[in-house]
């Protein structure tokens, strides 16, 4: 029996019944941008605890919605959740959903990618393979990466996506579906400026190097939209 369950009102694993482990579950799980470490820790032990009830699993989240084109890096705590999960009895992924934004978001698309190919990746080796295609800027936007991560990270990132959950409109978490209501308080000109100049120094050390000014562009294309 394949089901798609472990969702919104059934995201917590059962006290008491138990299943058969022919039983197999997608879980969708909680987290939604941003990435606290208590959502974290919260998805992690009611995945033990269906793990525990006895079926098996299928990492199936929706992580991929989150952004509305804005810079958001989750890619290092995205790493260490499909870690935990791989080391888990987890079978499978099912990822929803691929939006297209890759000019902002690619990383974490990237992140994905890899780990469902080669899963034994450690998150740096992952990161420094992504900035190598970028040549003699790879340190640049090695720099540009944490620095995204930095404010998807930030206080300011959460407060944002809290005043959307406490708006009359409903939402859940306050992440992929009203974001870019709150995104100014987090995208400031100040904050932007800031990922603008590190990508003109990247894109000021491949001048000669015609694949990467275009990779460097893309990104540059992908922050001013």
Request: charged share 20%; glycine share 8%.
């Amino acid at each position: 029996v394949i089901g798609w369950a472990n969702y919104a009102n059934y995201a917590k694993p059962p006290k008491y019944t138990r299943l058969n482990p022919d039983v197999v579950l997608a879980y969708a799980g909680g987290i939604m941008y941003p990435w606290t470490r208590e959502k974290m820790e919260d998805f992690k032990q009611n995945w033990q605890g269906w793990h525990d009830a006895g079926p098996t699993l299928v990492f199936r989240p929706n992580f991929m919605l989150d952004g509305h084109n804005m810079p958001i890096n989750f890619g290092r705590k995205f790493h260490e959740i499909y870690r935990f999960c791989l080391e888990n009895a987890m079978i499978g992924t099912e990822f929803d959903s691929c939006i297209g934004q890759f000019g902002s978001n690619g990383f974490n698309y990237y992140v994905m990618s890899r780990m469902t190919r080669h899963p034994e990746l450690s998150f740096e080796a992952i990161q420094q393979e992504y900035c190598s295609g970028f040549g003699a800027a790879a340190g640049e936007i090695q720099k540009y990466l944490e620095y995204w991560e930095e404010v998807s990270d930030s206080q300011a990132t959460v407060d944002a996506c809290n005043a959307v959950r406490y708006d009359p409109v409903g939402v859940e978490i306050g992440s992929w579906n009203y974001f870019y209501t709150k995104a100014p308080l987090v995208y400031t000109p100040e904050v932007m400026g800031k990922g603008f100049a590190i990508l003109e120094r990247a894109a000021g050390l491949v001048e000669n190097d015609a694949t990467a000014s275009l990779r460097v562009a893309f990104l540059r294309k992908g922050l001013q939209h």
